[in-house]
């Protein structure tokens, strides 16, 4: 009997391409902040409102299409998240005032469920061996582009226009769409009875929205002002109305028991990293930035910068493909502890920052290890431990609770930083930073701690049947 040819990887490159572009787009825009804002002469309370569009509707749109992909077929709403963050690029590179910019920045903002989707097209086209893998290398690719445009950034501000970064990254998005057209095979639904809940869609939106913006918004109204205080409360009472609906609707957005305490870890290491990654990315420039007579200072530029967040890229990328072979020999409760101590390691790292490059250096690749483990091993938690009909869903909300801890990270670290000035120079002293660090290093301890709640081994998944045919 003749073997059945084994399931084409092309799928997996054009994933890869579509997570690499949509990732690559976010980190070069940092560094040209300053030379946007001048560009549409925003002010910068306007102009910061580009990046809290993208996250904002990132946090509303993954989980509802997120939800789709589990009723409805994968492949033309891949395609339709790649051409519309497609189209948000072409409108903010022919933005000429903050509004068209903010708009263009927005509906980049739906591109945040490219990696739910991609697992869940991911866990339907390919064979159980491979699954792992491909998992890996979509997080530590994704890894790796962040680095990659924080690097090549300030070289091509110094000789373009900062409109290139947008038209670069519009030449990287817009062939993959149509590859998408072409490569991706059609992905189906398991269950095409499910319907999208959109009560339940509506007041989780609602509540994030409000949660975010709070968050976002802190720094400047005060943590005990009435109005975060107001915004935070309206969040909460949003999400118990949320789990009401959801424990009472039959086809609810988020199945919230599904999975048990496996699903739980996933969803809150997710939040830990984005946290941790975040307070990083605030403390590391500032750092690199700021003039040796702080005592901590390196004097650099964005391009330093970049050089040593660059072995967070890197070791992110050779991490996480990785995880597979690392779960088989220590299980998912021994890899997610590993994850865990590379990401409270990290932090430990930077407390030595005062002795120069070498301590960022260290922590920056600590964190690539831990981000690429970390959620390598949660997304195949998830593949693992989740019927295949709601595999994107549930991917869809540990991301949308790592955009959480992402902003509330960024957030309190500038807090803390803000709150503890230098008595001679206008920038952090060194005890703001340590502050930051010990936060930081906390929270990456509960990581370590959360692993213990993991099954030391994950359960057999459920093969698709189109894949189980084709490998059996």
């Known amino acids: 009997m003749q073997d059945t040819p084994s399931p084409s990887r092309a799928p997996i490159v054009v994933l890869v391409g579509a997570v690499v572009g949509f990732t690559l787009m976010e980190s070069l825009m940092a560094p040209a902040l300053p030379l946007i804002q001048r560009g549409v002469g925003a002010s910068l309370a306007s102009i910061a409102w580009i990046f809290t569009g993208v996250l904002l509707v990132g946090a509303v749109s993954v989980p509802v299409v997120a939800r789709l992909a589990d009723i409805r077929d994968k492949r033309p709403l891949f395609i339709g998240v790649v051409t519309i963050a497609a189209v948000g690029v072409l409108v903010a590179a022919l933005a000429e005032s903050v509004l068209q910019l903010t708009v263009g920045h927005a509906l980049q903002g739906i591109g945040l469920g490219l990696i739910p989707l991609s697992v869940a097209i991911i866990r339907d086209t390919q064979p159980e061996s491979r699954v792992r893998s491909a998992n890996g290398l979509i997080i530590g690719s994704s890894a790796l582009a962040t680095v990659a445009g924080l690097l090549i950034a300030g070289p091509l501000l110094e000789r373009l226009h900062y409109s290139w970064l947008y038209w670069l990254t519009l030449a990287l998005l817009a062939p993959i769409a149509l590859c998408s057209w072409w490569v991706l095979p059609s992905c189906p639904p398991v269950n095409r009875d499910g319907r999208l809940d959109v009560p339940g869609a509506v007041l989780l939106a609602g509540s994030l929205t409000a949660l975010l913006i709070g968050v976002t918004k802190a720094a400047s109204w005060g943590w005990t002002s009435p109005a975060f205080l107001g915004l935070e409360a309206l969040a909460v009472l949003g999400l118990i109305a949320f789990c009401v609906v959801e424990s009472r609707t039959e086809h609810p957005l988020v199945r919230l028991r599904l999975g048990g305490r496996p699903v739980a870890v996933v969803c809150l290491v997710s939040f830990v990293i984005g946290y941790v990654v975040s307070a990083i990315n605030i403390a590391m420039p500032t750092i690199v930035d700021a003039p040796r007579i702080t005592g ?177």
């Not at 040593?308 to 493909?321: D, H, M, N, V």
Request: aromatic residues 6%; charged residues 10%; contains cysteine.
């Open 296 to 472: 901590y200072g390196l004097e650099g530029d964005a391009t330093t910068a970049g050089l040593l967040l660059l072995p967070l890229g890197i070791a992110g990328l050779l991490a996480a493909p990785l995880t597979g072979w690392l779960e088989r020999l220590l299980g998912a409760r021994g890899v997610m502890a590993l994850a865990g101590i590379a990401i409270a390691g990290s932090c430990v790292a930077l407390f030595f920052a005062r002795q120069g490059a070498a301590a960022l250096a260290v922590s920056s690749g600590l964190m690539g290890i831990g981000i690429g483990w970390g959620l390598t091993q949660a997304m195949n938690t998830v593949a693992t431990e989740i019927p295949v009909e709601r595999v994107a869903s549930v991917t869809g909300l540990a991301f949308v609770l790592k955009s959480v801890g992402g902003t509330l990270g960024g957030q309190i670290s500038a807090s803390v930083l803000a709150g503890k000035p230098m008595a001679e120079l206008p920038l952090p002293s060194w005890s703001g930073f340590t502050t930051v660090f010990w936060i930081a290093t906390a929270v990456g301890v509960i990581a370590v701690g959360l692993s213990a709640l993991l099954p030391p081994a994950a359960h057999p998944a459920t093969v698709p049947a189109k894949v189980a045919d084709s490998v059996a």
